[in-house]
C-alpha cells in the first residue's frame, strides 16, 4: 500500500504548503518523485494510480503520496477541483540504523517507556482519510497553508512543529470512529486508574475542608483581634 513510517523522533521538514484550485482540467502526471506529498480536497475529485493501485480522493479526503512510488492518472483531474498539498522530507523508518517497533498508545500511559519510545517507535501513517470537512484537521492545514504565505521571517522554526502535529493527528485519527480529532475521547478507563482517581479526588477534598476549617479559625481571631481594646 505504500505506507509512509517514521520514527517517533524523527521531524519532518516542509518544502511547500500551499492552496490551488484547478483551472483547466487534465490527467495526473506521470513521474515519481524524492519527496512525500500530502494532498487534501477541498472540492471535487482526485483519481491517481499510484503502483498500479487506483486511489479517487474525493471532496474532505486526505491522501498520502509516498516518495519514490511510480504515480499517475488515467482519469480527468476537472477544472474547479480544489486542494491543498503539502511537500514534505521525513526519514524512512528504514533507513533507521536501530531496530523498531511499531508504536502503541499504551506506551504513552508508562512513563518508565518514554524515552525508549522517542528512539524506537515506529509510526505509520494510514494511506488514506475521509470525512475530514470541517475537522480539525482541515483547519489545521489551511492555518498551514496561511502561515507558509506569510511574511513571517521565523516560520521555518515552526512550519515543521505545526506540520508534525498535523501527522500525529492522521495517525490518532485510525483510533476513533469519530470525524474530527478535537472529539476524540478514551473509550474505557482501566479500573485501577479509575480507583486512584477516587483516592485522589478524596484526598483532595478533605485536604481542602481542612484548609477551610484553618481559615476559618484565622478570620476568628482576626477579627476577636480587631475588637480587642487599644
Known amino acids: 500500500m505504500n505506507q509512509i513510517s517514521y ?11 500551499d492552496q490551488r484550485i484547478v483551472t483547466v482540467s487534465y490527467k495526473h502526471l506521470d513521474r515519481t518523485r524524492p519527496f512525500h506529498v500530502l494532498l487534501y480536497v477541498l472540492k471535487g475529485q482526485i483519481p491517481i494510480i499510484e503502483d498500479n493501485t487506483e486511489y479517487i480522493i474525493g471532496q474532505g479526503s486526505l491522501f498520502f503520496s509516498k516518495k519514490n512510488v511510480h504515480h499517475w492518472g488515467e482519469r480527468m483531474i476537472k477544472a474547479g477541483t480544489s486542494l491543498i498539498f503539502v511537500h514534505f522530507f521525513l526519514p ?11 508504536f502503541s498508545p499504551q506506551f504513552s500511559l508508562e512513563r518508565r517507556r ?3 519510545d522517542y528512539e524506537h517507535s515506529l509510526i505509520t501513517l494510514p494511506k488514506m482519510l475521509t470525512n475530514l470537512n470541517g475537522s480539525e484537521i482541515e483547519y489545521k492545514l489551511q492555518e498551514l497553508v496561511s502561515y507558509y504565505n506569510s511574511d513571517d521571517v521565523f516560520k521555518k522554526l515552526h512550519l515543521n512543529v505545526m506540520f508534525a502535529e498535523i501527522l500525529a493527528d492522521c495517525y490518532q485519527l485510525q483510533f476513533s470512529n469519530l470525524n474530527t480529532v478535537s472529539d476524540m475521547r478514551v473509550e474505557e478507563i482501566p479500573a485501577d486508574m479509575k480507583e486512584k482517581a477516587e483516592e485522589y479526588r478524596a484526598a483532595l477534598l478533605e485536604a481542602v475542608a481542612e484548609t477551610e476549617q484553618m481559615l476559618n479559625v484565622y ?6 483581634s480587631l475588637c480587642m481594646p487599644v
Open 7 to 17: 520514527r517517533l523522533s524523527d521531524i519532518p521538514c516542509v518544502s511547500i504548503a
Open 92 to 102: 524512512d523508518a528504514d533507513e533507521a540504523d536501530i531496530p523498531c517497533e511499531e
Open 114 to 116: 518514554m524515552a525508549f
Open 219 to 224: 478570620a476568628d481571631f482576626c477579627e476577636k
